[in-house]
């Protein structure tokens, strides 16, 4: 049973970085497609940046594009959202996901693809 956790997150001002840190247990991250989901209360759980099982592009969103990047660290068997620019429009709960298949990449955007979550992190970005 492969468990992810989650690090990082917390309150930051507009324009600052963030960098939250997701790890599998049971698991190497090499092996998994991993992606990042965010959600506000009272929306649905959005894809945020993913990146396929064995590569290191990083697939995003018009509203996050040139400011995301999602990472993996092989050696430290941990996957990243490296968040720049952050905007207020950017806060809510952060999860990270993963799937020891090899979704298309047109699946990275579909919640169902993945069948590991991790526990979620706030983001707070603050005006």
């Known amino acids: 049973q492969v468990q992810l956790v989650q690090s990082g997150g917390g309150l930051v001002q507009v324009g600052d970085s963030l960098r939250l840190a997701c790890a599998p247990s049971?698991?190497?991250?090499?092996?998994?497609?991993m992606a990042w989901f965010r959600q506000v209360p009272g929306k649905e759980r959005e894809f945020v940046a993913g990146?396929?099982?064995?590569?290191?592009?990083?697939y995003g969103t018009e509203s996050t594009k040139g400011r995301f990047t999602a990472s993996r660290d092989n050696g430290k068997n941990t996957g990243y959202l490296q968040m720049n620019n952050l905007k207020p429009e950017d806060t809510a709960i952060y999860y990270c996901?993963?799937?020891?298949?090899?979704?298309?990449?047109?699946?990275?955007?579909?919640?169902?693809?993945?069948?590991?979550w991790g526990q979620g992190t706030q983001v707070t970005v603050c005006s």
């Open positions: 996901a993963a799937t020891g298949g090899n979704p298309i990449v047109s699946s990275l955007w579909d919640s169902s693809t993945f069948e590991y």
């Open positions: 049971g698991r190497t991250v090499s092996t998994l497609a």
């Open positions: 990146l396929k099982r064995g590569s290191g592009t990083t």
